[in-house]
């Protein structure tokens, strides 16, 4: 853990640039020292079926969550919930200039018990 999972409309597969943000994304992570590298994820859900406010618009929107195992205090993960929401509203600044675009983060604790992983990926960066 932490994986960044993205919903985000059909209508801006090109223009979101995904594989740009998620690269800022793992590396703040990262840096943040609050979570192991092995353990950052980030993937998109693409949606091809929708229906946002009125309609009347080409409307779009990204829908992010932090999933994260729980144990961090809300004080250590607010700086870096602020960090991540600015990395994202500066990556998404240009697009919303041009259209209608809606931008949400949510960060999702993991139940401390009911929670079952296995990840071998972690060995490589002790």
Known sequence: MPHFVTECTENI???????????????????????????????????????????????????????????RRPEELQPVMEQLFACIKAHFAALMAQRYLALSLAVEELHPVLNFKQNNVHALFR
């Open 13 to 71: 597969r090109e223009q979101a640039q995904l594989p740009a943000l998620f690269a800022r994304v793992n590396q703040l992570l990262a840096d943040s020292g609050l979570f192991p590298l092995g353990g950052i994820r980030s993937r998109a859900h693409w949606v091809d079926t929708w229906q946002m406010a009125d309609g009347k618009h080409d409307y779009a929107f990204v829908h992010m969550t932090l999933k994260i195992g729980s144990g």
